[in-house]
């Protein structure tokens, strides 16, 4: 069972305020929300999070702000889209730090709604077909997460409905299939792709970096360096080539390299070789003792 963090003073009411920041437990509640924004013509943006805030959530939020008269952002740790009950349990929850720093960053509504509100009758996954977007990384590694994660933002979007979403690109998989997802369902929101905030030291910002311990936070920059050197590399070396390279970066480390892959930007399959005219990313996934990290960057 979810354990959500609350301030004292919350009460079963249709929202509350903190300053100009308007929370909604209920998914109703915050409809009416959105209903008398856009009796007002404002456009609605909208950041789908689960909590635990840091600067590139903030970037999402900011971003959001600029383009939007109204920012909507959701806190909820999705059950479906976690195939380990220990990963789950342990993600960090930090509501009450959230709540304020939403309210610092002049975001207008948040929705924290519990797992019954999501999914009243069972945390139940969907059935989606992305092709081969969701067979491959992340997908190959975590089976049933993007099924979980596509029931869970297609029933934001179906409460929220907002002209804009906001995802950061350190999920690039996770927003290629949203992006397919919205296509396919057909629903009129612009998907907005964020750029990756990193700390001084490369490392992509990340809810799960406050669980590295302090060997392994010295060590997790060595992801970023290698896709760094790969992206140095691709010019005048083989796909192979860099693969190597990358291998031989993290045998000389404490991480643990799970895969290492250069893509197609757009249908992220696998490639042995770069064909003309083709954008490309390459993607890490590595462990950091317990601690699991992704990242990824354009190579050109």
Do not use: W
């Amino acid at each position: 069972m979810l354990k959500v963090i609350t301030f004292a003073s919350f009460k079963p009411v249709k929202f509350q305020t903190l300053g100009n920041l308007q929370i909604f437990r209920q998914t109703s509640a915050l409809q009416d929300y959105i209903a008398a924004q856009r009796e007002q013509q404002k456009t609605i943006g909208f950041v789908p999070t689960m909590g635990a805030l840091h600067a590139g959530h903030i970037s999402l939020v900011q971003q959001c702000l600029q383009e939007n008269d109204v920012c909507v952002v959701s806190i909820f740790v999705n059950p479906t889209q976690f195939n380990n009950a220990e990963d789950l349990e342990k993600y960090p929850r930090t509501e009450q730090e959230d709540i304020r720093l939403l309210e610092n960053h002049g975001c207008q509504a948040v929705f924290i709604p519990s797992v019954q509100e999501i999914y009243p009758y069972g945390a139940s996954i969907g059935q989606f077909d992305f092709g081969t977007l969701d067979k491959v990384m992340e997908g190959e590694h975590r089976p049933g997460h993007f099924a979980g994660v596509a029931t869970v933002v297609q029933a934001l979007f179906e409460a929220v409905m907002p002209d804009r979403a906001y995802f950061g690109e350190k999920d690039y998989q996770q927003l290629r299939i949203i992006q397919d997802l919205t296509a396919q369902v057909q629903l009129p929101i612009s998907i907005v792709p964020v750029s990756i905030m990193r700390e001084p030291d490369g490392l992509a910002m990340s809810s799960r970096n406050v669980r590295l311990s302090p060997a392994m936070r010295q060590e997790a920059p060595i992801i970023y360096q290698s896709l760094q050197a790969a992206a140095q590399m691709l010019p005048t070396h083989s796909v192979q080539e860099i693969n190597n390279m990358v291998q031989s970066k993290f045998r000389q480390s404490n991480l643990q390299l799970e895969y290492f892959i250069i893509a197609d930007a757009q249908h992220l399959q696998p490639l042995d070789s770069i064909p003309p005219n083709t954008e490309v990313r390459a993607f890490i996934a590595a462990h950091a003792g317990n601690v699991r990290l992704i990242d990824n960057t354009a190579l050109n």
